[in-house]
């Protein structure tokens, strides 16, 4: 059940989809989806948690062994390639579960009413790891400017997640959206240089 709404909120956004409609595709009964999850919300949001807790350990161990590795030698690169590793890797892998679940992410994080409350309670405390060690790389770095470089390479992952065609056309096929190789190196080095220049 759980992949198959996974799969249909991400094709189709959480408003076009219906319990009866996924109970439709996985072969249950409507009764049998209310049963397990009550409701639609409540099954969007076993379906985002799932993925969000794997996602949150695997980021956190890859922050705290960098910053275990490094001490005080911390760089802004270091932190944000920890934080993005994990996500990436999911899309290199071309793993179709992890794909959706992520282009699901970078719909829920454009959502006006509720999104920003379901990442806030998702992701935060990882987003707060990675900035601590970012504070450490950069002495004396002022609260607002983390946060509004934290607030672009948002921006810049979720349209990476989103795996639109953009660029593949603004570039003449230069580039690819889908190209994580890529992407990877690019987006790190782009966030910070970011950070650094905010936060200097």
């Known amino acids: 059940i759980l992949d198959v709404a996974e799969a249909e909120f ?23 989806i209310h049963y397990y999850f009550k409701s639609k919300r409540k099954l969007f949001d076993a379906v985002f948690a799932r993925r969000a807790d794997i996602l949150n350990r695997e980021r956190l161990a890859e922050l705290d062994a960098y910053e275990a590795a490094h001490g005080d030698g911390v760089t802004v690169e270091g932190a ?21 679940y992520l282009a699901l992410v970078a719909q829920v994080a454009q959502v006006t009413e509720w999104g920003g409350a379901v990442m806030t309670n998702s992701f935060d405390p990882v987003i707060q790891r990675m900035i601590a060690i970012i504070r450490r790389a950069i002495p004396g770095a002022g ?19 989103s795996e639109t065609d953009r660029i593949d056309r603004l570039s003449g096929g ?5 190209d994580i190789e890529a992407i ?4 790190v080095r782009f966030a910070a240089s970011g950070f ?3 936060c200097r």
């Open 184 to 187: 990877e190196p690019r987006l």
């Open 10 to 32: 991400a094709r189709r956004g959480y408003e076009a989809v219906s319990t009866r409609g996924v109970a439709r595709i996985v072969g249950a009964t409507p009764a049998m």
């Open 174 to 178: 230069l580039c690819q959206s889908t």
């Open 143 to 161: 609260d607002v400017n983390l946060y509004w470089a934290y607030h672009f390479l948002s921006g810049a992952l979720v349209l990476t997640l």
């Open 196 to 198: 650094r220049d905010l």
């Open 80 to 100: 944000i390639a920890a934080f993005l590793r994990p996500v990436l890797d999911k899309l290199k892998r071309g793993d179709p579960g992890w794909r959706s």
